[in-house]
């Protein structure tokens, strides 16, 4: 796994399980792509529950007051870790599917473009916010959740 030892995570009987339920898929979706399926995490009740728990032990004591979860993957994992944190959750959709007004921010995929929208007024002044999402790719979808909340904040 790419951080264990950076976020004290060395040794943690737990990554096994986690690294061993994640299916890759070559070619998905076009050539060249080497998808990180967590569908096969989600069917291993103890990979999921595992997951959320490093997340919840390292986010804790942080006084987190937000979890903000990229559609979709991200609401798998952001909706339980901000209940056990006992912070609210901020869903970050594609464009069109959040009712009420919303700001919205562009960003590249390694195949593509895409859009991430946010309800206007979901983050307030002095937030602590995490964002979860499934993986880093190029990025993009990282650092347009950045700027939405950011951009609430100013």
């Known amino acids: 796994m790419f951080a264990e030892e950076e976020n004290g995570l060395m040794g943690d009987p737990r990554l096994r399980l986690i690294s061993e339920s994640i299916r890759v898929v070559p070619g998905f979706p076009k050539p060249g792509i080497m998808f990180q399926d967590i569908s096969t995490l989600l069917l291993n009740h103890k990979a999921f529950k595992h997951t959320v728990d ?6 804790k004591d942080m006084d987190i007051s937000a979890v903000a979860g990229c559609e979709a993957r991200g609401f798998i994992f952001g909706g339980p870790i901000a209940l056990a944190i006992g912070a609210k959750f901020i869903p970050l ?3 069109g599917k959040l009712p009420g007004e919303t700001i919205s921010e562009a960003y ?8 991430l929208e946010m309800h206007v007024g979901a983050v307030q002044p002095g937030d602590r916010v995490v964002i979860i999402d499934d993986l880093v790719a190029t990025g993009g979808t990282l650092s347009a959740s950045m700027r939405l909340i950011e951009w609430e904040l100013m």
């Open 54 to 59: 490093i997340f919840v032990d390292r986010y």
């Open 93 to 95: 959709r594609k464009p």
């Open 108 to 115: 590249d995929l390694e195949y593509g473009k895409d859009c």
